[in-house]
């Protein structure tokens, strides 16, 4: 949701519906702007991070607004800015503690998003229950991509259902805590993942996703013309395109989902007829071309000065290194002396690479590539979107085929 208008469109959702868990992300761009609010810490700039909250605060006002056609003001919405300021303020940049200081900032967003859209649709007559799921989703001690512990999940939000009259529940995606109370995130567009995690918990009969797109399709409508709609995926084909980088859903949502057997719906926002497309474990496998594209990659080349790549003898060292700094590896391919990795674009990347040189490893990087991944490819697709003269890996299978490119 980018507006009001986003948050009226709900009500239209929910109006009629009793027994419902609605799990919100953040507003618009706001996560991508909480991102500067930490980056501008991360750096050393407090004005730049202030001048980001002052646009975050203006843009939930002018929604706030909006919703109740004049002046109006949340209390909670303006606690949890006053919170983010001195934050902001007073605590002072801890590089070794850099991911918990990300997870606490960023998680403003969903905390201000639930809480208009509690408040608001209380206010038009739809009784709810506002969620804190920072109390009711246990995780890992794991920044910026923690998973949710289900047995130590399951008695809390079971709970905090049962304590209410109210029989639709507001909370936020994304977030969660560790055991010593700290807030976690569960990895970018996790709200998927949450809302699986609540399916699961509480039995429910289905799972929708709403999103701005008719349904699952097997390309990104703005970069890929030939996008069209997949009206069925099993849970195997919907892991496989999560785990390839497929902006359709959350890689970690599909396990808690498949346990139980939930259907999962992907509808378009604006209608809620709509029948998108439906993930279960019956669909049969797809078989068109699934083209994905993913963009803000690093290349990291590493050769081994010794050259005991021979006996593999250093991988485990090179992956715990990339572990340590939180750098996730989508493309893997070696040789007898070189290793190569496509891996997310990290603020943690020269730091990784420094240790691994430590390590006896000479190490190159590309920055700003993109991976390409087609699933199910056929002749015309290979020729259209793989030139073989412009990549620096390929990988090539009967099914799939992936390749690194500095651009796209």
């Not at 009500?11 to 996560?31: D, Q």
Request: charged share 25%.
């Amino acid at each position: 949701m980018r507006n009001a208008d986003g948050v009226r469109n709900l009500l239209n959702i929910v109006e009629g519906e009793r027994e419902l868990f609605i799990i919100v992300s953040a507003m618009g761009k706001t996560t991508n702007a909480l991102e500067e609010v930490f980056d501008g810490c991360r750096t050393g700039d407090i004005e730049l991070a202030e001048q980001k909250i002052d646009q975050i605060a203006a843009y939930h006002a002018e929604i706030i607004r909006d919703l109740y056609g004049g002046e109006h003001t949340s209390e909670q919405v303006d606690a949890f800015i006053e919170e983010l300021r001195r934050f902001v303020r007073t605590v002072p940049y801890d590089a070794s503690r850099a991911e918990e200081r990300y997870d606490r900032t960023v998680a403003f967003g969903e905390l201000i998003s639930t809480t208009i859209i509690s408040e608001w649709l209380g206010s038009v007559g739809v009784a709810n229950h506002w969620v804190d799921m920072r109390r009711c989703f246990v995780t890992q001690f794991r920044h910026k991509d923690a998973n949710v512990l289900l047995d130590e999940s399951a008695p809390l939000l079971r709970r905090e259902v049962a304590g209410s009259e109210a029989r639709i529940f507001i909370g936020q995606g994304f977030i969660g805590s560790a055991a010593d109370g700290s807030t976690t995130t569960l990895g970018r567009e996790g709200s998927d993942y949450s809302a699986a995690v609540v399916a699961n918990i509480l039995n429910a009969e289905s799972m929708t996703v709403w999103k701005d797109v008719d349904g699952i399709l097997n390309a990104d409508p703005k970069i890929f013309e030939e996008a069209q709609k997949i009206d069925a995926l099993n849970y195997v084909d919907t892991i496989e395109l999560a785990y390839s980088g497929a902006q359709i859903i959350h890689p970690k949502t599909i396990k808690p989902l498949q346990n139980k057997n939930i259907p999962l719906f992907v509808r378009p926002f604006g209608d809620k007829s709509a029948a998108g497309t439906r993930i279960d474990g019956s669909a049969p496998s797809v078989t068109i071309p699934i083209i994905i594209l993913k963009r803000n990659q690093s290349f990291l080349t590493l050769r081994s000065r010794d050259l005991s790549f021979v006996l593999e003898e250093k991988f485990p060292i090179v992956f715990s290194t990339l572990e340590r700094f939180r750098i996730k590896s989508n493309l893997i391919h070696n040789t007898a002396v070189e290793l190569g990795i496509c891996c997310e674009e990290s603020w943690h990347l020269q730091e990784a690479t420094e240790a691994l040189r430590e390590e006896g490893f000479e190490c190159e990087i590309c920055e700003q590539c993109n991976l390409l991944t087609i699933r199910h490819y056929n002749d015309e697709v290979f020729e259209k979107y793989i030139d073989c003269n412009d990549y620096l890996i390929s990988q090539l299978t009967p099914d799939t085929v992936r390749i690194v490119k500095r651009r796209f």
